[in-house]
Nanobody, 127 residues
């Protein structure tokens, strides 16, 4: 599975961006999808995830109420709508796809639960 992110850029605090991830090379609807981010000098962290049919979503606490993850299985895309952006949201944002099933649902919010990754797109929020 190949993943390509787009939509990053520079935005002022309080602004919005919509990231998109296009998948190819596999049956998209068979994969859980997630967004992670990595700020300079920090480890890559979980942001949001969505189930195979889009019925279940989960967010890290710091983005709840501001970010929305969605997917379109007909178009093989997963989006991340980011509103009320803050300088601390500045990071490289990565799209990820996971196929395996795990018994512990918390595991789906970890990097190890995703087999495929995009190259990332830079999001910079100025104060």
């Amino acid at each position: 599975v190949q993943l390509v992110e787009s939509g990053g850029g520079l935005v002022q605090a309080g602004g919005s961006l919509r990231l998109s991830c296009a998948a190819s090379g596999g049956t998209f609807s068979l994969y859980r999808m997630g967004w992670f981010r990595q700020a300079p000098g920090k480890e890559r962290e979980f942001v949001a995830r969505i189930s195979r049919n889009g019925g279940i979503t989960y967010y890290t606490d710091s983005v709840k109420g501001r970010f929305t993850i969605s997917r379109d299985n007909a178009k093989n895309t997963v989006d991340l709508q980011m509103n009320s952006l803050k300088p601390e949201d500045t990071a490289i944002y990565y799209c990820a796809a996971g196929y395996k099933v795990y018994s512990a649902t918390y595991y789906y919010s970890t990097r190890n639960a995703y087999e495929y990754w995009g190259q990332g797109t830079q999001v910079t929020v100025s104060s």
